[in-house]
T-cell receptor, first 111, second 110 residues
């Protein structure tokens, strides 16, 4: 079946270092969404990418959507302790009616 | 900012009992969803609801599960006879552009 795969599963970085998580879909996506879940919290929508090759920035976060619309990445520059959490990518499947989440990348920041 | 609200925040129930999880989606959204997340795992799709009917459901959403929109604002998930493996966080979401998730109900089946 359709899958969204995400790597790495865990990432430990020193505060101030950069962080990247990668997302791959088994099928072409009409769009891809990114969510952040703080420990004990709920997924919070960050962004949606729609166009092939699209790049969007939110302060220190840079989101990319691949040319083939099957992969995406989230890059955080100069991580801060507030960046701690799990970052999920999610893509619509079938009739765009539901989104399927990747397994997420859990980011730990070492002080 | 509009929110999706879920109640209760935590529910403990005995195996075999029925539970109803409640959600109030964002008022002008048309698509509603239930997802669940077993501790430490990914968020899994359960069911989507549009125009007062189920539009899609996953393999997890078997005959023990049902959803209702009993009035214009509430959206409920019922589990008829809970099992231990139903213990999880259950998130309601509604869709405008991106999805807005509620803060979840932690269901513990003992």
């Amino acid at each position: 079946g359709q899958q969204v795969m995400q790597i790495p599963q865990y990432q430990h970085v020193q505060e101030g270092e950069d962080f990247t998580t990668y997302c791959n879909s088994s099928t072409t996506l009409s769009n891809i969404q990114w969510y952040k879940q703080r420990p004990g919290g709920h997924p919070v929508f960050l962004i949606q990418l729609v166009k092939s090759g699209e790049v969007k920035k939110q302060k220190r976060l840079t989101f990319q959507f691949g040319e083939a619309k099957k992969n995406s990445s989230l890059h955080i520059t100069a991580t801060q302790t507030t960046d701690v959490g799990t970052y999920f990518c999610a893509g619509p499947m079938n009739r765009d009616d539901k989104i399927i989440f990747g397994k997420g990348t859990r980011l730990h920041i070492l002080p | 900012e509009p929110e999706v609200t879920q109640t209760p925040s935590h529910q403990v129930t005995q195996m075999g009992q029925e539970v109803i999880l409640r959600c109030v989606p964002i008022s002008n959204h048309l698509y509603f969803y239930w997802y669940r997340q077993i501790l430490g795992q990914k968020v899994e799709f359960l069911v989507s609801f549009y125009n007062n009917e189920i539009s899609e459901k996953s393999e997890i959403f078997d005959d023990q599960f049902s959803v209702e929109r009993p009035d214009g604002s509430n959206f409920t998930l019922k589990i008829r006879s809970t099992k231990l493996e139903d213990s999880a966080m259950y998130f309601c979401a509604s869709r405008g552009g991106g999805y807005t998730f509620g803060s979840g109900t932690r269901l513990t089946v003992v």
